[in-house]
């Protein structure tokens, strides 16, 4: 109420400059998590270092939200189930954490990409002219074999990023979990009801053969 009574006294121009302070003061607010944002929009790719709390990546994740692009959010925020993302929302501790995990895949996907064009440069007498590569690549056989020799020898003492479960995805497990432990108890009622059937069977047929001897 003590706002509201302020911002009524100002004129246009003073609640302007309110709410371009305000709008700053916000975007930069520190909540004490980190927010490591990488942006693919119409075939550019970088990272949004800016964002420090859970509204601004808000405002960046509708930003780019499929139309326009995609961002990919990966935060030591335990509970990001109020963000509404269109790309990734993961977990990971640390920001040097990520950085491994990154350098490790970049790796990883690299070498059978290589491989693969190398192959391809080599046979590219093979196909037709109009399908020939133009250009050789800029690596050699021995250049993929020092990247696998590095992933071979990488340090893999890096937490890599897990998918955030929202309240409604809980529940679903939890839920599944329940049936398939109902369905785990039935089928063992089920396989005890017919093993004492056949050992009342089996009784009766041991009765009916003594009656006839």
């Not at 009622?189 to 009916?208: F, H, Y």
Request: with cysteine; charged share 35%.
């Amino acid at each position: 109420m003590r706002i509201d009574n302020f911002l009524k006294n100002l004129t246009i121009e003073e609640l302007l400059e309110v709410q371009s302070k305000a709008s700053g003061i916000i975007h930069d607010y520190k909540d004490g998590y980190f927010y490591i944002c990488e942006v693919r929009s119409y075939g550019r790719n970088w990272k949004e270092s800016d964002i420090y709390n859970t509204h601004t990546l808000q405002e960046l994740c509708y930003q780019y939200y499929g139309e326009d692009g995609i961002v990919d959010v990966y935060s030591n925020n335990p509970d990001l189930s109020g963000i509404d993302n269109y790309g990734v929302l993961k977990f990971i501790p640390s920001v040097e954490d990520h950085k491994k995990w990154k350098d490790y895949m970049y790796l990883k996907n690299s070498i059978p990409r290589h491989e693969e064009e190398l192959d391809n440069w080599d046979k590219r007498e093979d196909v037709p002219f109009k399908y020939q590569l133009s250009f050789a690549p800029f690596y050699i056989r021995e250049d993929i074999d020092e990247m696998k020799l590095k992933l071979e020898n990488f340090d893999m003492n890096f937490v890599e990023p897990k998918s955030y479960i929202n309240n409604a995805e809980e529940e679903m497990e939890k839920e599944a979990l329940e049936f398939l432990k109902d369905f785990d108890t039935w089928k063992e009622c089920k396989k005890k009801l017919n093993n004492e059937e056949e050992d009342t069977d089996s009784s009766i047929d041991l009765g009916v053969i003594d009656e006839e001897v």
